[in-house]
């Protein structure tokens, strides 16, 4: 059961969360949902609103469902989930139902799908999507994580709802 709070009432410690713990981005395109973890991420406030950012690879399979809805979550678990949040990072969604592969539970509508197993869940709905672009990195050491020069696309969304696990 989840209960719904303020955004910004939140009280996680997002490097942590974010960098350590993994987040999944989770979206669907009607019929399929699909889930890819990631560790790079923020939380914040832009624009006068309540915020998330996800950073997102072109060949990402997540990335199409994401690019063609309005709505994605960020799913965030305790640690029993660790195993589930790999097989998300290793396995796409283009070529095998992962999610069902990994046992967690998909709820919510399917403009925005979530997991009845997470600690946390940010509902958002996107604000900004642009991909990164060389020219614009101020530290040439960006670079060594893009040898394939396939950079990241980068989404701002706006936080609609926040749940926590009672």
Not at 72 to 88: I, K, V
Request: aromatic residues 10%; glycine residues 8%; negative net charge.
């Amino acid at each position: 059961m989840f209960r719904k709070i303020d955004p910004c009432e939140l009280a996680i410690k997002p490097f942590d969360a974010i960098g350590r713990d993994w987040m999944l981005i989770t979206a669907a395109d009607g019929e399929k949902t699909n889930a890819m973890t990631a560790s790079w991420g923020g939380i914040g406030i832009l624009w006068g609103e309540p915020v998330a950012t996800c950073y997102i690879r072109p060949q990402r399979y997540t990335r199409e469902l994401v690019d063609n809805g309005e709505y994605f979550s960020l799913c965030f678990f305790g640690q029993e989930q660790r195993a589930a949040m790999g097989l998300c990072g290793k396995l796409s969604g283009r070529d095998t139902d992962k999610v069902a592969q990994t046992g967690l539970t998909v709820v919510g509508d399917k403009a925005a799908p979530y997991f009845a197993e997470a600690e946390l869940v940010l509902i958002c709905r996107k604000m900004y999507r642009q991909e990164m672009q060389p020219e614009c990195f101020v530290d040439p050491e960006i670079a060594k994580h893009y040898p394939d020069n396939d950079y990241h696309i980068t989404y701002i969304a706006k936080v609609e709802e926040c749940l926590i696990r009672e």
